[in-house]
């Protein structure tokens, strides 16, 4: 019998690229979304994608009763991936006790749940961010790389989740847990169905780049040309979402099968290699052969200057590498938001 998941945020951009996975990979998958920041045809999507309909159910994994609803509905429920949650740095800021709330309530219910309804293991979203600008010995950055304090209430929220588990972990709580810290997750499923699909004006670059092109932006800002980096401009290590939501599912095994040698375990997920603003729009007019049209401009507040993963932990012990370049991952994102345009949606 095929293991049954339980996908928070499972029709968010990550989310739902990593219910692809887990379906290709043979497990059940249950996904609850409030549908704050995606819309229940994403399942529609992903039925499309893997010819099976994961179950959906639409709750606020901060309302306890009715995420309790959801385990009782669905027996058996052996791991959780939580990706819902709050992303937007700058709304965080605006809005801090509503990111706390949304974010911590969510991760401690599951957590108070879990062994209740005899769930082994749970993977957490965290985020590079926890590492703040990391020193420059410290590039690529290690899972042993200090924490810094957090830049915004959402980026205190990664933390604090994490320490959250780690805790109730280490008090006895009979379950597992795997920390990914992503770093940048771009680009969309090759059958163009699923994708990113921000609310408003992007915040983030790929986003942002891609409505440029397509002409729903005028000109993409740079930020920053002065870094101290080779071009000026900031250096991630940007990671194709699909290849990220399959470190996903090697996580989920290797708690399920028992293989874990830590009852919390820390992965950076990303590809190892940093890139930065000018090589990725470089890059992005190549391989699509569309030109775009970018200004530089100031330093935008709170940006990190360069941080990029040092991977080596995944790639041995969980047995996963990203495969896909930042070509095939910057086509996928350009394929994703022409279909948009098909669509008439954008
Ligand atoms: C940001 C957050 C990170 C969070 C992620 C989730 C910070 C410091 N980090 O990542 O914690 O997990 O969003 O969404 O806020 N850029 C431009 N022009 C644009 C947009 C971005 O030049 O219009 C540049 C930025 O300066 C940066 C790079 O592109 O160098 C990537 O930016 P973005 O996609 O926003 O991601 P991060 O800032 O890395």
């Not at 990593?18 to 819309?39: F, H, M, P, R």
């Not at 306890?64 to 991936?81: D, H, N, S, T």
Request: net charge negative.
């Amino acid at each position: 019998m095929s293991k049954k998941i339980l996908v928070t945020g499972g029709t968010g951009f990550i989310g739902s690229h990593t219910t692809v996975e887990l379906q290709n990979a043979g497990y059940e998958v249950v996904i609850v979304d409030n549908l704050s920041n995606s819309k229940a045809d994403v399942v529609d999507g992903i039925e499309k994608i893997t010819g099976i309909r994961p179950a959906f159910e639409e709750v606020d994994c901060c309302d306890l009763p009715a995420l309790e609803g959801v385990f009782k509905k669905y027996p058996g429920i052996q791991g959780i991936i939580h990706f819902a949650a709050s992303k937007a740095v700058g709304e965080s800021v605006e809005k801090p006790l509503m990111y706390y709330e949304n974010n911590i309530v969510s991760l401690i219910n599951l957590l108070k749940l879990m062994p209740e309804y005899g769930v082994k293991g749970i993977i957490f979203s965290s985020s590079c961010t926890v590492y703040g600008q990391p020193d420059p010995e410290n590039l690529p950055v290690t899972e042993e790389a200090p924490i810094k304090k957090a830049e915004s209430p959402y980026g205190n929220t990664k933390q604090i989740n994490e320490e959250i588990v780690q805790d109730f972990v280490h008090s006895g709580a009979p379950i597992s847990a795997i920390l990914l810290r992503y770093f940048n997750p771009i680009g969309s499923h090759p059958s163009g169905i699923i994708g990113e699909m921000p609310n408003g004006v992007p915040a983030n670059l790929i986003p942002y780049l891609t409505q440029t092109a397509i002409g729903i932006r005028p000109c993409l800002k740079v930020f920053g040309d002065d870094y101290d980096t080779p071009d000026g401009s900031c250096i991630r290590d940007y990671i194709y979402v699909l290849d990220l939501a399959k470190a996903h599912v090697a996580a989920m095994a290797r708690i399920l099968e028992g293989k874990n040698a830590d009852p919390v375990e820390i992965y950076n997920v990303g590809t190892g290699k940093g890139v930065s603003v000018l090589e990725l729009i470089n890059t992005f007019e190549k391989c699509t052969g569309v030109k775009l049209n970018y200004e530089i401009a100031p330093r935008r507040e709170g940006d990190i200057e360069k941080v990029w993963g040092n991977v080596d932990k995944a790639n041995k012990v969980l047995g996963w590498k990203a495969v896909h370049t930042l070509e095939e991952s910057l086509s996928s994102a350009w394929n994703w938001q022409k279909k948009l345009r098909e669509r008439g949606i954008m």
